[in-house]
């Protein structure tokens, strides 16, 4: 309890106008300065520790969440300000609905306020040009909050090119299946074929016409071998050899355009029903296209508050090489400018570090080319 009475008068005294107006300059010049130097163009944030806090101040959970939403206003501002493009939250995860039915029905109000918000006073995001866009199962969500949703999305999609991703209700597991769906339906639709367009887009090497190439060249060297000890073998020495020549020059053929589709083309048309994409050409981006963050920036800073070190099924597809993934043991209606700072300058210094790295490497061989 004396904890509460402390951050009550911590918050009286930050909210007094002369430090209310000093803090502000500050927080600008910080800002500013992050403005200097790379800022993550997509930072995704693990809203976690609204419940502990509301445990630990003795208040009602969902008054918890409550405090959790003006933690995000100040770090939205703080991230649009820096000059992050996309920001994603993990505002309400699939798995939530195994919880009581009180507190799922709380968060569901508790977005649904905060959205017809949003809705009615969006200047924060009008402001840094951001539109709301909800990644997530659409039918699982409530018809009176899905109203919120798409009326909070109409509101805000021509605000600009910064982006509001809100994962509601999401897993990332969920994400990755869903992709995979998309993906089938696309290559079970057949397809017709321009011939002209095929062979200016057709791969160079087809997986499937190597593999037949190296498994015929296998067998036919395998029966030359078995030949070789019988009689007659001399006499066909000579055709086992244009053989084996013949089957090592197709291996290194270019695919035909038709390795590209199963089976046969006729007149520039495929055999309706029976021709389809080959899978093959099912790659990582063509999956990327498929994710419900398709066309934004890669995943660069990954942020979890409440110290639980874990991702939660969140993000695991975005998450890559490159992406840096932080864990605070702050509580997130706790996280704000103060905590984020030193977050986002250690991540400048890296990305630094790296740049010269790469730099003195590039320099490096320059000059070795030289003295050859």
Request: aromatic share 8%.
């Amino acid at each position: 309890m004396p904890s509460m009475h402390l951050s009550q008068v911590r918050k009286w005294f930050l909210q007094s106008p002369p430090v209310e107006w000093a803090v502000y300059q500050l927080r600008e010049l910080l800002i500013g300065a992050l403005r200097q130097g790379p800022v993550p163009q997509h930072v995704a944030f693990v809203m976690d520790g609204n419940r502990r806090f509301a445990r630990n101040h003795m208040i009602e959970t969902v008054e918890g969440h409550n405090l959790g939403f003006e933690a995000l206003a100040r770090i939205l501002e703080v991230c649009y300000k820096s000059g992050v493009r996309v920001v994603t939250i993990y505002a309400f995860s699939i798995e939530n609905f195994k919880r009581s039915r009180f507190e799922v029905d709380a968060l569901m109000a508790l977005a649904k306020l905060k959205l017809d918000q949003l809705s009615q006073h969006g200047e924060l995001l009008q402001r840094y040009g951001a539109s709301i866009r909800i990644l997530g199962q659409r039918e699982l969500i409530r018809p009176d909050v899905l109203e919120a949703v798409d009326k909070a999305m109409e509101l805000t999609k021509g605000n600009g090119d910064a982006i509001l991703n809100v994962c509601f209700p999401y897993t990332s597991r969920d994400e990755i299946t869903t992709a995979v769906r998309g993906c089938v339906e696309d290559w079970s639709k057949p397809v017709v074929v321009d011939w002209a367009m095929l062979q200016e887009k057709q791969r160079a090497f087809s997986e499937t016409h190597i593999t037949h190439n190296i498994r015929s060249r296998h067998l036919s060297t395998t029966a030359a071998r078995g030949r070789a000890h019988s009689p007659s073998s001399a006499g066909n020495s000579d055709l086992e050899d244009s053989l084996t020549t013949s089957s090592s020059a197709t291996t290194l053929q270019p695919s035909t355009p038709s390795d590209m589709f199963v089976h046969g083309v006729e007149d520039g048309r495929l055999q309706k029903g029976h021709e389809y994409p080959d899978p093959e050409g099912i790659t990582q981006a063509t999956l990327d296209e498929h994710m419900f963050t398709a066309g934004m920036p890669p995943l660069e800073l990954l942020v979890r508050t409440s110290g639980v070190q874990r991702l939660s099924d969140f993000m695991l597809w975005q998450s890559h090489e490159n992406t840096e993934v932080v864990f605070l043991d702050c509580l997130w209606p706790e996280f704000d400018l103060w905590t984020f700072l030193p977050v986002l300058v250690e991540w400048q210094w890296k990305r630094r570090k790296e740049g010269e790295g790469k730099g003195d490497w590039s320099l490096a061989l320059s000059s070795s080319r030289k003295t050859r």
